[in-house]
């Protein structure tokens, strides 16, 4: 079955960085394109960044235009989130996501918090 796992999140000081990664099984990772959300205390998800299947196509969220890159290693059967100078903003809960068949498919997420 499809399975996400993402890694990585934790506590960082504003102006920090993170890399998130998310491993993925159950699916032939290299053929679909992967994407990142995040979910803040009493808001909605937002989708934050996405690739496509061969990772030459990347598209970022208005708010983290210049600061975030999303990659993959399809030989990893993973999909990384490189934060830079992060905000306070940027808390919330990260999840990775792959739309296979008509559903989509979630990660349990990983907590950022940028608190000084």
């Known amino acids: 079955q499809v399975q996400l796992v993402e890694s990585g999140g934790g506590l960082v000081q504003p102006g920090g960085s993170l890399r998130l990664s998310c491993a993925a099984s159950?699916?032939?990772?290299?053929?679909?394109?992967m994407s990142w959300y995040r979910q803040a205390a009493g808001k909605e998800r937002e989708l934050v960044a996405a690739?496509?299947?061969?990772?030459?196509?990347?598209n970022y969220a208005d708010s983290v235009k210049g600061r975030f890159t999303i990659s993959r290693d399809n030989a990893k059967n993973t999909v990384y989130l490189q934060m830079n100078s992060l905000k306070p903003d940027d808390t919330a809960v990260y999840y990775c996501?792959?739309?296979?068949?008509?559903?989509?498919?979630w990660g349990q997420g990983t907590q950022v918090t940028v608190s000084s």
């Open positions: 159950g699916f032939t990772f290299g053929s679909y394109p």
């Open positions: 996501k792959v739309i296979w068949g008509i559903r989509n498919y």
């Open positions: 690739i496509s299947s061969g990772g030459g196509t990347r």
